[in-house]
C-alpha cells in the first residue's frame, strides 16, 4: 500500500511558518523595527505606500552587515542573539528566534542594502519568495535600508483578506507608537504616501507621551499625569498613571511594557484597575504608561510569535505591588478623594478635658407604666365581609384559552393600544389583552434610531441641529487620518464641519433626543469605523449606525411621560424587527397568562 506521508518542499514550509510571524504589514514593521534597535541604530524612518501593501522600508542608522550575514540572516532560525537554549532566559535584545527575515522573505520581495562602519562599499541582496534573485557591491551609508515590496504577493488568499488601508494604516501606527514609546532616547519617523505622520525626537519618557498623545483630554493631559517609581527585589515599575479626570470610555490610553518590549497581561491590568476600583463610574477606564523591569530569568518570552504574551515567574507577588505603586501615586498627588475637616459644615467635636465634670445623660420614664392595664379595643374587625362573593369567582385554572394563547407570527408583539406604564425606570409594561409585554426602552430606542441612521447613511441624507457655540475637535496625527477616512460618513449621519486656521471644529450634530458631548461622539463614532468590530454585522454603515444608535438612546433609569412611552412603542412597532436590537440583544419579553400563574 502506498506511502501517504510527504515532506512539504522548503518553499510551502516557509509560506506556513510565516503565518505565524508575519500576519499583516504591521507585522513587517514590527519586526524590522525590533532588528534596528537590536543593531545599535539611534534613528529609524519607516515609509510606507499603501498601508504596506505596496511598500514598507525601514532604514536604520546601525552597524550593519557583512554580505555573509546579509545572505545569511534570510535563513529559518538564523541568530546572532541566542547560541544555547539557556540563553532564552538572558534576553536583553527585542528579537531572538531568527525567524523574522525569513518569514518576510517568503511572502514578499524583499531588497536589502547593508554597510557596517569598516567596510568601503555597501551590499545589496535582492529576495523573492525566500531565494535570492540578485546581489551586488553599491555605494550606502552605515547601517540597514530594507524594502519589502508586494506584501502576499505569492499568497493571494491571504492578501484578500487584508483590511482596507486605513484599518491596516491604524495596525501599523500602533506597532509604531508601542515600540516608540519604550525607547523615548531614539530618534523614529513614520511617513505615509509621502506624508510625515510622526517625527519623534529624542528626549525623556513624559516628552516622547506628550508627542504622541498631547491633544489628548483636551490638551491637557500634561497635567493628568502622574509619576511612578518604584523599586522592589522582585520588580522595578516606573511611569506614569492618569488622574481619573483624564479616564475615558474609548480608546483609553493604557501601555505595560517590560524589559523593553510592549505586552499584554490581564492579570496585571486587573491591578491597576483594582486601584481605581472606588474613582472611576462605570464604563470608564484610566490611563495609565507602565514600564516593567525584571530579571530575565524570572521572565518567559518565548510562549508566542508575536511576543506581546510573555509569563512572569512570581506574578502572584508582582500583583500587590502593581496595585499599591498605582495606589500610592494616586493618594500623592490628591487623586484619591479624602475627608475635609475645614468645610463650613463639618461637625462641631468638642476635645475632651481631663479635669473637666462628665455628666451621665437622663431619660424621664413613668415608673407606674403598666401595658397590660391599656383600654379595651372598641372596634372589632369584620372577618365575614372578606369572603363575600368567594363562592362567585371563577377558578384560576378555568382561565380562557384564547388569553393563554399568543400568536407567536404577529410581526408587532403588542397592542398599540394597551395600557402603558414605566417599571424601575427602565421598561415599558404593556397590559395587552393576550399577554403582559415588557418593552425594554434603552433596547427599543436603540433598534429605532439604527433603522433611522441605516436609512440616512444609504441615502446620505439625515437632520442636523446647528450649535450655537461650535466644538473644536482635538485630535492628534493619528485620529486626523482616521478622521478623513470617516468624514464622509460622519457628515451622512448629519454631523458638519468647519476648518480654518488650521482648527477643525463641530457646527451642527445629528438631530437627536439625548444631548451628549459632540467631541465624545465623534471619536467614538471614528474609533468604531477603523476598528475591526465584533458585531455579526458585515457592512461600515451598519456599525456606524449602530454605535450611533448607542450613543443617542434613552438611558436607562430615565423616566418617561406617558408621551414619550407611547411615541417610543409605535416607532418600534413601526421597524424591522421589533423584537431584538441590531446585535441580537432581546427587546420585548411578553408572558402570558399562563406563564404569570406559574410563578404563583
Not at 567596510?119 to 519568495?129: F, N, P, Q, S, Y
Not at 511617513?191 to 508627542?211: A, D, F, I, M, S
Not at 483609553?252 to 483594582?274: C, D, E, M, S, T
Request: glycine share 4%.
Amino acid at each position: 500500500m502506498e506511502n501517504i506521508i510527504r515532506i512539504l518542499p522548503d518553499t510551502v514550509a516557509n509560506q506556513i511558518a510565516a503565518g505565524e510571524v508575519v500576519q499583516r504589514p504591521a507585522s513587517v514593521v514590527k519586526e524590522l523595527m525590533e532588528n534596528a534597535i537590536d543593531a545599535g541604530a539611534t534613528q529609524v524612518d519607516i515609509y510606507l505606500k499603501e498601508a504596506g501593501r505596496s511598500l514598507i522600508q525601514v532604514i536604520d542608522n546601525g552597524k550593519g552587515m557583512s554580505p555573509e550575514d546579509a545572505r545569511t540572516a534570510f535563513l529559518r532560525h538564523a541568530t546572532s542573539k541566542i547560541r544555547k537554549a539557556d540563553d532564552l532566559f538572558q534576553l536583553k535584545t527585542m528579537g531572538f528566534r531568527g525567524e523574522a527575515l525569513a518569514s518576510i522573505a517568503a511572502v514578499a520581495q524583499v531588497e536589502l542594502v547593508t554597510r557596517r562602519s569598516t567596510d568601503e562599499l555597501a551590499w545589496k541582496i535582492e529576495l523573492e519568495g525566500s531565494s535570492i534573485t540578485h546581489e551586488e557591491p553599491t555605494l550606502s551609508a552605515q547601517g540597514s535600508r530594507f524594502s519589502v515590496r508586494n506584501l502576499f504577493y505569492n499568497i493571494p488568499a491571504r492578501r484578500k483578506f487584508l483590511g482596507d488601508n486605513a484599518k491596516e494604516l491604524k495596525c501599523i501606527r500602533d506597532e509604531f507608537i508601542q515600540i516608540a514609546l519604550v525607547y523615548p532616547s531614539l530618534s523614529f519617523s513614520l511617513t505615509y504616501n509621502e506624508e510625515v505622520l510622526y517625527q519623534l525626537t529624542p528626549g525623556t519618557t513624559k516628552q516622547r507621551v506628550l508627542t504622541v498623545f498631547g491633544k489628548r483630554s483636551g490638551g491637557q493631559l500634561n497635567k493628568q499625569l502622574y509619576p511612578v517609581q518604584v523599586e522592589t527585589q522582585l520588580i522595578a515599575i516606573t511611569g506614569f498613571v492618569g488622574d481619573p479626570a483624564a479616564a475615558c470610555q474609548r480608546d483609553p490610553l493604557q501601555y505595560f511594557f517590560v524589559n523593553g518590549r510592549f505586552i499584554r497581561h490581564k492579570y496585571f491590568r486587573n491591578a491597576v484597575l483594582k486601584a481605581y476600583e472606588t474613582l472611576l463610574p462605570a464604563g470608564m477606564h484610566p490611563t495609565y504608561f507602565l514600564f516593567l523591569d525584571v530579571s530575565p530569568q524570572s521572565l518567559d518570552v518565548n510562549i508566542h510569535p508575536t511576543k506581546t504574551e510573555v509569563k512572569f515567574e512570581y506574578e502572584q507577588a508582582i500583583w500587590p505591588i502593581i496595585h499599591a505603586t498605582v495606589r500610592e501615586a494616586l493618594g500623592k498627588f490628591n487623586a484619591i478623594p479624602s475627608i475635609d475637616f475645614d468645610r463650613e459644615d463639618a461637625p462641631q467635636i468638642n476635645v475632651f478635658k481631663s479635669d473637666r465634670t462628665v455628666t451621665p445623660p437622663t431619660v424621664a420614664f413613668n415608673p407606674s407604666y403598666n401595658p397590660f392595664n391599656s383600654p379595651q379595643r372598641t372596634a372589632q374587625p369584620n372577618w365575614s365581609s372578606l369572603y363575600e362573593g368567594f363562592h362567585n369567582e371563577q377558578p384560576v385554572h378555568e382561565l380562557p384559552e384564547e388569553i393563554n394563547r399568543i400568536e407567536e407570527n404577529d410581526h408587532c408583539p403588542f397592542d398599540l393600544d394597551a395600557p402603558k406604564y414605566q417599571l424601575l425606570g427602565t421598561f415599558i409594561a404593556l397590559n395587552c389583552r393576550k399577554a403582559f409585554v415588557l418593552v425594554h426602552q434603552q433596547r427599543a430606542h436603540i433598534r429605532v434610531l439604527y433603522e433611522r441612521n441605516l436609512r440616512a447613511l444609504s441615502q446620505h441624507k439625515a437632520f442636523s441641529q446647528v450649535l450655537m457655540f461650535p466644538v473644536v475637535l482635538q485630535l492628534d496625527k493619528g485620529q486626523e487620518l482616521d478622521f478623513s477616512t470617516s468624514r464622509e460618513s460622519l457628515e451622512s449621519l448629519g454631523f458638519q464641519f468647519e476648518e480654518e486656521n488650521n482648527a477643525l471644529t463641530i457646527t451642527a450634530v445629528p438631530m437627536v433626543e439625548e444631548t451628549l458631548n459632540p467631541e465624545e461622539w465623534v471619536l467614538a463614532l471614528i474609533q468604531e469605523d477603523q476598528e475591526n468590530g465584533l458585531q455579526a454585522l458585515s457592512g461600515r454603515s451598519e456599525r456606524l449606525a449602530l454605535k450611533m444608535a448607542r450613543l443617542s438612546a434613552i438611558p436607562c433609569g430615565r423616566l418617561l411621560s406617558d408621551q414619550e412611552m407611547e411615541e417610543l412603542i409605535v416607532r418600534l412597532s413601526e421597524t424591522q424587527e421589533p423584537n431584538f436590537t441590531p446585535d441580537g440583544k432581546r427587546v420585548v419579553v411578553s408572558l402570558t397568562a399562563e406563564e404569570l400563574l406559574k410563578r404563583f
